[in-house]
């Protein structure tokens, strides 16, 4: 593992930002170097990588107009991306995707139109034409947010067997069984989606690195959903479910990411409107959390975080404030630790590192 690692910077660019941004982060000392631009893009919302070769993907968060997935090749000395390819997510607002560890696909969700796109993968990494698009149906109890599907991510489990898709507007975590010779996604058999309870509004998910436990981060209510997983037929069983804010907190807010740390022993969620990260401790055994207590941010909405390869620092994103500040973890309790280093960029809405 290299200890300069690069860091791209996925943005929203109508407020004068021009893309895709680049930085060296010195594992280290925690510090990121010069912010570069990467290349032009157009809302390049949310960043993925491809498993094996040096090809960055991402989704343009475009409104009715249609959304786009573009593909770039990565200069790893110099951090620029040379654009190869792009393909029509057939839906609205793209806000995630994912590639599979094999190369086959990249799945890409469509939050307005509640949709999944599949797109093969060519073998010089640019993406073909969609092979499927799957239309979600289905409502929840919100009247302002939950009156239709809304597919916000999309997350492939460690074996590479089954995509998990968080639908915020059915308050599902759709499971299905990936065809990947085909470029397709099937319902899954043994279990079709978890629910979670009504009014919920599950955004992001994450397992834990030895394929046992995986959360939900709900963004409606501000609460994440602990699950068992069955990696034998992709079934999920409800663990546990807690606040990601203090109990004395009053005003509004609204969670984002969540990532489980490298050592599989810590969980972290982002608030936006509290403006933190929420830490947990991951009982090993069980996959319960136990609440760690929330760190600040250091700026205002921090709709996206990374934790970086060495797992010793955390990347906060605040895209209202457009900065990016660092905090040191605590190997052994997961804690974080407020440091001097932080960097300004144009609304920085997702953090990707590579190598």
Not at 152 to 164: F, G
């Amino acid at each position: 593992m290299t200890t300069s690692p690069l860091l791209y910077i996925g943005t929203y660019t109508r407020r004068g930002g021009q893309g895709i941004y680049v930085a060296r982060f010195d594992t280290e000392s925690g510090q990121i170097g010069e912010v570069t631009l990467a290349a032009e893009a157009s809302n390049p919302s949310f960043l993925a990588l491809h498993p094996s070769q040096p090809i960055l993907y991402a989704a343009n968060e475009l409104g009715e107009e249609g959304g786009q997935v573009s593909a770039f090749a990565i200069d790893k000395t110099t951090g620029a991306l040379t654009f190869l390819n792009q393909q029509p997510t057939h839906g609205s607002a793209p806000c995630h995707l994912t590639a599979d560890a094999s190369a086959n696909v990249v799945i890409s969700t469509n939050y307005s139109s509640g949709s999944v796109a599949v797109m093969p993968i060519d073998v010089d990494g640019r993406l073909r034409s969609s092979s499927q698009m799957i239309q979600h149906e289905g409502s929840s109890v919100n009247p302002r947010r939950q009156q239709g599907p809304h597919a916000h991510s999309v997350t492939i489990d460690p074996t590479n067997t089954y995509a998990y898709v968080c639908d915020l507007g059915m308050d599902k975590v759709m499971i299905y069984r990936m065809d990947l010779e085909n470029g397709k996604l099937l319902p899954n058999e043994a279990q079709n989606w978890a629910r979670l309870p009504a009014g919920s509004g599950p955004r992001h998910f994450a397992f834990t690195p030895d394929e046992r436990f995986a959360y939900a981060i709900n963004e409606l209510d501000s609460t994440v959903n602990g699950f068992a997983f069955n990696a034998a037929d992709g079934s999920l069983r409800d663990v546990c479910r807690l606040s990601t804010l203090p109990d004395d907190f009053t005003g509004s807010s609204h969670c984002a990411d969540v990532h489980v740390h490298p050592s599989g022993r810590f969980l972290y969620g982002s608030n936006r409107g509290h403006d933190s990260i929420a830490v947990y401790a991951i009982d090993q055994a069980t996959g319960e959390l136990t609440s760690l207590g929330q760190t600040l941010t250091g700026g205002r909405t921090p709709r996206n975080f990374a934790v970086d390869p060495s797992g010793r620092w955390l990347l906060a994103a605040n895209q209202d404030t457009d900065d990016i500040f660092v905090f040191a973890i605590d190997q052994e309790s997961g804690a974080l630790t407020p440091t001097n280093h932080s960097v300004g960029a144009s609304m920085p809405v997702c953090l990707t590192f590579v190598g």
